[in-house]
């Protein structure tokens, strides 16, 4: 089955710091949505990106679906952007969605 | 709106006994999830359903069943629960076509002694 890779697995930053996530999955896919799940463990929809580039506020997300991958960037991180990234990928010819590994980010201030 | 909500947010359970897990929305999605995150994982596709009536078998079906008998419901049992099925378990639901974006319930924290 399709495998759905995150990195890097955990991430620790300052206050202040930027990052790029990276979601790679090994086939063709429908559609791709980036997560954040908070530390209450809610999950929070960030984008839904099945290719191209979006931004909203201090994140921004680019799905190169062709080389099968999608990139998360968080600017100015603050510490309420700790948690859980998800990138989950709609299997394409089907309706179910697998979720990747997850990078676990720490915000420090 | 609500969005989408489940009912319990906790239950502890001892092992063989059953229940129910309801999840509810009202943004009249045709496409509905269950899913279960282990800790320190992702989360993984228990059972879906396309519409009201229909289910289907995600990843890790065993142990599970589900019924879709209204558009706005979508419920998961556990005939005879297992500690391995203690886990949080999250309902999400889509509208379908080309965009099928998933909204996500709060979750339930079950655990099975």
């Known amino acids: 089955g399709i495998q759905v890779e995150q990195s890097p697995p955990d991430l620790i930053l300052q206050e202040g710091a930027n990052s790029t996530l990276r979601c790679n999955f090994s086939d063709s896919v429908n559609n791709l949505q980036w997560f954040h799940q908070n530390p209450w463990g809610q999950l929070i929809n960030l984008f839904y990106?099945?290719?191209g580039t979006k931004q909203n506020g201090r994140l921004s997300a680019t799905t190169v679906a062709t080389e099968r991958y999608s990139l998360l960037y968080i600017s100015s991180s603050q510490t309420t952007d700790s948690g859980v990234y998800f990138c989950?990928?709609?299997?394409?010819?089907?309706?179910?969605?697998?979720f990747g590994t997850g990078t676990r980010l720490k915000v420090l201030a | 709106n609500a969005g989408v909500t489940q009912t319990p947010k906790f239950r502890v359970l001892k092992t063989g006994q059953s229940m129910t897990l309801l999840c509810a929305q009202d943004m009249n999605h045709e496409y509905m999830y269950w899913y279960r995150q282990d800790p320190g994982m992702g989360l993984r596709l228990i059972h879906y359903?396309?519409?009201?009536?229909?289910?289907a078998k995600g990843e890790v079906p065993d142990g599970y069943n589900v019924s879709r008998l209204k558009k706005q419901n979508f419920l998961l049992g556990l005939e005879s629960a297992a500690p391995s099925q203690t886990s949080v378990y999250f309902c999400?639901?889509?509208?379908?076509?080309?965009?099928?974006?998933?909204?996500f319930g709060p979750g339930t924290r079950l655990t099975v002694l």
């Open positions: 999400a639901s889509s509208y379908p076509g080309g965009y099928n974006e998933q909204f």
């Open positions: 359903s396309v519409g009201e009536g229909t289910t």
């Open positions: 990106i099945p290719s």
């Open positions: 989950a990928v709609e299997l394409r010819g089907t309706y179910k969605y697998i």
